[in-house]
T-cell receptor, first 116, second 116 residues
Framework: AQKVTQAQTEISVVEKEDVTLDCVYE???????LFWYKQPPSGELVFLIR??????QNEISGRYSWNFQKSTSSFNFTITASQVVDSAVYFC?????????????FGRGTQLTVWP | EAGVAQSPRYKIIEKRQSVAFWCNPI?????LYWYQQILGQGPKLLIQ????????DSQLPKDRFSAERLKGVDSTLKIQPAKLEDSAVYLC??????????????FGPGTRLLVL
């Protein structure tokens, strides 16, 4: 069965602090994709990154970085020097071949609040 | 490039009434998804279309929910009759290719439904 766990329900930081959002996933498939989405108060889910199961290289995009470790089934997301605009709910999601192709399984999300 | 469009953005109805949501995906996208997001949870797939055919509707409460995607472009999701537990955000997403594990889904702003 597919499952995504985001154990941190809420995180609060002060601007310029670094923050890491945790994501642990479960799948029996060897081919799968992991995603991170950002949901600001406006409600729209904004795509941030996609990573396939065969690529364990860490990714950096500006202040954002992602650490994928198959050994621990984790795909963690770090924001460096956080800003107030980073305040949002962040979702980790999984897609595999175990059920309908393209179906995303989401975690419950982590509410990040960045205070000025 | 225009994103996924949804309307209305907000809807308040009384239980047992009917309601319909509309979604226009990104131009040229073959696959369209409807998700239900209950407060405090991640989105859950209701139905997935590939062009104008249904790929997966296993999570759709078919006694009250229906959806169609005529001509393989825009789509409508209907609830009739609505129950209190249908209060949620209904998100539409689309992806460029045919349903696949690697497809990135792009989301619209959602419709917030409140059933009284």
């Amino acid at each position: 069965a597919q499952k995504v766990t985001q154990a941190q329900t809420e995180i609060s930081v002060v601007e310029k602090e670094d923050v890491t959002l945790d994501c642990v996933y479960e799948t029996r498939d060897t081919t799968y994709y992991l995603f991170w989405y950002k949901q600001p108060p406006s409600g729209e889910l904004v795509f941030l990154i996609r990573r396939n199961s065969f690529d364990e290289q860490n990714e950096i995009s500006g202040r954002y970085s992602w650490n994928f470790q198959k050994s621990t089934s984790s795909f963690n997301f770090t924001i460096t020097a956080s800003q107030v605009v980073d305040s949002a709910v962040y979702f980790c999601a999984l897609s595999d071949r175990g059920s309908t192709l393209g179906r995303l399984y989401f975690g419950r999300g982590t509410q990040l609040t960045v205070w000025p | 490039e225009a994103g996924v469009a949804q309307s209305p953005r907000y809807k308040i109805i009384e239980k047992r009434q009917s309601v319909a949501f509309w979604c226009n995906p990104i131009s040229g996208h073959a696959t369209l998804y409807w998700y239900q997001q209950i407060l405090g949870q991640g989105p859950k797939l209701l139905i997935q279309f590939q062009n104008n055919g249904v790929v997966d509707d296993s999570q759709l409460p078919k006694d009250r929910f229906s959806a169609e995607r005529l001509k393989g472009v825009d789509s409508t999701l209907k609830i009739q009759p609505a129950k209190l537990e249908d209060s949620a955000v209904y998100l539409c997403a689309s992806s460029p290719g045919l349903a696949g594990v690697e497809e990135t889904q792009y989301f619209g702003p959602g419709t917030r439904l409140l059933v009284l």
